[in-house]
Antibody, heavy 118, light 106 residues
Framework: EVKLVESGGGLVQPGGSLRLSCATSGFTFTDYYMSWVRQPPGKALEWLGFIRNKANGYTTEYSASVKGRFTISRDNSQSILYLQMNTLRAEDSATYYC?????????WGQGTTLTVSS | QIVLTQSPAIMSASPGEKVTITCSASSSVSYMHWFQQKPGTSPKLWIYSTSNLASGVPARFSGSGSGTSYSLTISRMEAEDAATYYCQQRSSYPWTFGGGTKLEIK
């Protein structure tokens, strides 16, 4: 059974940093691209970026809205995806989802919530 | 970036009624994916590559379209179909989602 479990959300002050994790199981992690998607309260989904699979060198792509502030990485030995978020702003407050990516987001985690506020 | 505009933003339908949700792209895209999301839950892949139903999706759902115009149709509305539906394009970076259509049951 494919599982994705996000963690690491919480309350952070503006300008702060946080790292989210997405623990995965039930599939060969290195075979898949992995994406992060967020959803502000009551708003639409926003794709943030992805990290490619082993065959494509684990390189990354980002949305302009987070490029330079957010970094996606992966620990392939433990099948964990990460999202390092720096210089956080109020508008980064959202539920953050990881998604398995095989050309489409076929499995999603349950999400972890970030609130950026003083 | 490609902007996806969904219409309507909110709608309600009676059981048995036909429902159509549209997604208009600001530039031509090769195909469209659709996701269903119910309150408090994560999105689920619903229709992929414009017209293919994801596993477990009832046959009353269908998808169609090309270029800049795509749609999701429910042939006969059922209570369990009440949800928010999002379209998504992956033809060019950044991948973008539509603003969502909230579908309610009358």
């Amino acid at each position: 059974e494919v599982k994705l479990v996000e963690s690491g959300g919480g309350l952070v002050q503006p300008g702060g940093s946080l790292r989210l994790s997405c623990a995965t199981s039930g599939f060969t992690f290195t075979d898949y691209y992995m994406s992060w998607v967020r959803q502000p309260p009551g708003k639409a989904l926003e794709w943030l970026g992805f990290i490619r699979n082993k065959a494509n060198g684990y390189t990354t792509e980002y949305s302009a809205s987070v490029k330079g502030r957010f970094t996606i990485s992966r620990d392939n030995s433990q099948s964990i995806l990460y999202l390092q978020m720096n210089t956080l702003r109020a508008e980064d407050s959202a539920t953050y989802y990881c998604a398995r990516d095989k050309g489409l987001f076929d499995y999603w985690g349950q999400g972890t919530t970030l609130t950026v506020s003083s | 970036q490609i902007v996806l505009t969904q219409s309507p933003a909110i709608m309600s339908a009676s059981p048995g009624e036909k429902v159509t949700i549209t997604c208009s792209a600001s530039s031509s895209v090769s195909y469209m994916h659709w996701f269903q999301q119910k309150p408090g839950t994560s999105p689920k892949l619903w229709i992929y590559s414009t017209s293919n139903l994801a596993s477990g999706v009832p046959a009353r759902f269908s998808g169609s379209g090309s270029g800049t115009s795509y749609s999701l149709t429910i042939s006969r509305m059922e209570a369990e179909d009440a949800a928010t539906y999002y379209c998504q394009q992956r033809s060019s970076y950044p991948w973008t989602f539509g603003g969502g259509t909230k579908l309610e049951i009358k």
